[in-house]
């Protein structure tokens, strides 16, 4: 990929178009890895919540049918 625009250039860590300062000269942040930073904990929190659910319906499963047995 070849930069027509000398404003615009790649982000080092994803590959993504990112703006460049005109007046600086340097590299904006980039959208495409700032979203990625913050989806990353949703989705973790979300992994994490499904599997705690889990591990307690399996918990109460075996406890209630350990109650029922007797
Ligand atoms: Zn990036």
Do not use: H
């Amino acid at each position: 990929m070849t930069n027509t625009n000398e404003n615009w250039d790649k982000c080092t860590v994803c590959g993504a178009p990112v703006m460049v300062n005109p007046q600086t000269g340097e590299r904006e942040d980039c959208g495409q890895c700032a979203s990625r930073q913050s989806a990353a904990p949703g989705w973790l929190g979300f992994w994490f919540i499904l599997l705690f659910l889990a591990g307690t319906g399996v918990v109460l499963y075996f406890s209630i049918r350990m109650l029922f047995a007797e």
